[in-house]
């Protein structure tokens, strides 16, 4: 098992950065692929990026690209997500997640892929 937690998240305005990030503890954190979703109020769960094992590969969803960078440093057991460019429609909860069947790439969007997750933080971006 690994257990997650976020912090960094905040109330900034609409062109400011944040970075947010997720430590883990646990089972070793170099194993699990890593992802982050968020959440806005009335809306489903979003998926917003996800980086391999080793940090060597990292995949985004198009609302985020060239806006947001994730990474990780296995030495410290943390994942990271700088963000830059914050809209308002980036509004969320921003959780973690852990892969530890390293999905096929089909499968890194969708959030059963994910075994654990951590509690979220929140971001609130205003205009």
């Known amino acids: 098992q690994v257990q997650l937690v976020e912090s960094g998240g905040g109330l900034v305005q609409a062109g400011d950065s944040l970075r947010l990030s997720c430590a883990a503890s646990?089972?070793?954190?170099?194993?699990?692929?890593m992802g982050w979703f968020r959440q806005a109020p009335g809306k489903e769960r979003e998926f917003v990026a996800r980086i391999t094992r080793g940090g060597a590969g990292t995949y985004y969803a198009d609302s985020v690209k060239g806006r947001f960078t994730i990474s990780r440093d296995n030495a410290k057991n943390t994942m990271y997500l700088q963000m830059n460019s914050l809209k308002p429609e980036d509004t969320a909860v921003y959780c973690c997640a852990a892969d530890s069947a390293d999905a096929y790439p089909y499968q890194w969007r969708v959030a059963a892929s994910y075994d654990y997750w951590g509690q979220g933080t929140q971001v609130t971006v205003s205009s």
């Open positions: 646990g089972r070793t954190f170099s194993d699990y692929a």
